[in-house]
């Protein structure tokens, strides 16, 4: 693995969730392979779980961390080709990203889509501009498409939390009330379709992912239908794909309740967070033992440090 930037940096999802259960019986077993090397977190957009855990996963490494809040701390970037930068922007993504790379070992980077521009969100303009101009490995934190880190979590949750060999996993749209990515909806359909689970996406019409995305899931309209003999609820909201960056009119009430729950298969109850209570999922839900959010948040630091060691290993960075 050079970068870690969507699934198909993985060879074996399975193997590298079973790899993040491992890590976590022992932690610092390998906290030699990052002595005297840095990794830089790169935050254009706000952040809990992924700055703290990404942080402790390369220090459980024996690595050092520094973070750079690029959109409040530092120089107004530029990332077109051939700008005049004679308005607001003040550094170049050229100079910017290749100054960055010669203080780091390995670069995490999170920069959401703009949600107006499909084609340049959907091209991952940003990334690909970080990845053209340095000369280290970088691991995505979540960009305009895709949230890798929070994906292999979830498998490796998955995994943890279930004895069945093929579990079936429903990842459920749910309301909020600003246009949000559809990058961990779109991560998550990709992973679950290359896991050994019975994969089910339920959306209200026009919320369709892109295909690319949501690939052989089976897709089902209707919400309490697809809840039935499910294992895991997976819920998220995100704008519509179709009709870009959107929030779309919808009749029925999305939010996930107790009430639905009962209709599962006494299914555990994920979500990447952070969650608006009351809007996307109720308090029943939040505060039910079947809930495993704060479990799922935890192993963010395993899965990541599951990532990083692997880049260590492979790149002798
Ligand atoms: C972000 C999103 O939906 O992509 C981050 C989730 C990890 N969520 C919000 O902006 C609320
Ligand atoms: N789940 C997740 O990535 O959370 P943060 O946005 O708080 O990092």
Redesign the pocket.
Known sequence: MKNFLNVNDVNDVEVLAQQAIDIKKNKFAYKHLGENKTMVLIFL???????I?TQKAAQNLGMQTIILNLTQDSWQMEYEDGAIMNGTTAEHIKEGAAVISEYADIIGI?SFPTLTDKEKDYSEFVLHKFLENVNVPIVN??SATV?P??SLTDLMTIREFSNKKKPKVVLTWAPHIKPLPQC?ANSFAEWMNKADVEFVITHPKGYELAERFSGKANIEYNQAEAFKNADFIYAKNWSSYLDYGKILPIDEDWMITDKKMQLTNQAKFMH???ARRNVVVADDVLDAAYSIVIQQ?AN?ENATQAVIKTILENNQV
Do not use: K
């Open positions: 957009n706000s952040s809990l779980r992924t700055r855990s999170r934190m979540e949230h880190l929070q961990v990447c967070l952070p948040a963010r």
